[in-house]
């Protein structure tokens, strides 16, 4: 029987402490009868230090600032991901693994280095090129908060009039409060705006005001952080205190934590509300392949 010795490390954020082991045969031993645990160093940043970084970062960093630089550093560091279990369907380039991600709860293989894409944005890509005409016919696009995996290839798309708008992003070609848009009526025949409307207070108004812009017979794609485990979402915009907000709503600045009525929300503005399962769709290696959790629904809103 395969003797097998265990070194083990731990680290301290101050509120948690985690632990790591690492197992080793007699081979890996020093011939001073000391655990090799250089390995074991390898293992800690693998699974912890890049988890942390990038968990601190999100947190800490303001995002204006993150827009500017994190492309940079992540395409830097992507080349130490090479490999090809993973691909990013965005770009077509492949990785090892994808980056953990996450500001509250950090979750192993979410980012790609290459374009930046989370999950969400890996399965919107597959939706929109598998299930839609908007890579080939003429559309008149507005996206809310742009994310910078879809900027440039969108906005070099000869068929569509494409319009970025935002309060706070530096991508954004318009300044814009999502409950007052400068549109007119019936201008867009596409809406994308995911993860924003938890930010709003009144996200019903603001569903109503993207339900404004919309033309007859138009489509949005309108992603939202959910517990898909509850039956309603769980909301207080009376919280301040940001460590309750991220505590009940997975962050500080968020109003809300999304459950299984969002659709119904949808609904009160005025859509005609789609939840598509393409992921379940996919085949297990498709999911593996482009590293996409099952339970990541698409909510498409029709006018």
């Known amino acids: 029987m395969l003797q097998r ?15 790591f082991s690492h197992f080793f045969s007699p081979s ?6 000391m655990l090799q645990c250089d390995t074991d160093a390898l293992v ?5 230090g890049m988890k942390f970084i990038i968990s601190i970062v999100t947190r800490l960093v303001p995002r204006s600032y993150l827009h500017h630089v994190s492309h940079f550093f992540l395409q830097i560091l992507g080349l130490f991901y ?7 369907p965005i770009s077509g380039h492949t990785f090892k693994s994808f980056l953990p991600y996450g500001r509250m709860v950090s979750r192993p293989n979410a980012l790609s280095p290459a374009t930046l894409s989370l999950e969400r944005h890996r399965l919107m890509w597959l939706y929109l090129q598998r299930e839609t005409p908007f890579f080939s016919a003429p559309h008149k696009v507005l996206h809310i908060a742009p994310e910078y995996c879809f900027l440039k290839r969108f906005k070099s798309m000869k068929n569509l009039d494409y319009t970025t708008g935002d309060l706070l992003s530096p991508w954004a070609d318009i300044k814009m409060d999502i409950n007052a848009m400068p549109f007119e009526d019936n201008s867009f025949d596409v809406v994308f705006c995911n993860h924003v409307l938890e ?13 404004r812009v919309m033309k007859p017979g138009a489509w949005a794609i309108l992603q939202v952080p959910m517990n898909p485990d509850a039956e309603l979402t769980d909301e207080d915009v009376s919280i301040t205190d940001p460590r309750e907000r991220e505590r009940r709503f997975l962050q500080a600045d968020h109003f809300r934590l999304y459950g299984k009525d969002y659709a119904q929300r949808l609904q009160l503005a005025g859509f ?12 297990p290696e498709e999911r593996a392949r ?6 990541e629904m698409l909510y498409i809103a029709r006018k």
């Open 5 to 19: 010795y265990e070194c083990g490390s731990s680290f301290s954020t101050g509120n948690e402490t985690y632990f």
């Open 28 to 33: 890996e031993l020093r011939l001073d009868g």
């Open 44 to 48: 800690l940043w693998q699974f912890l």
């Open 82 to 88: 090479r490999g090809n279990r993973v691909e990013d």
């Open 199 to 211: 930010h709003i207070p009144d996200d019903v108004h603001a569903m109503r005001e993207i339900y």
């Open 272 to 283: 005609q509300v789609e939840v598509n399962d393409l992921v379940r769709r996919l085949s």
């Open 290 to 295: 482009f590293a996409l959790p099952e339970a």
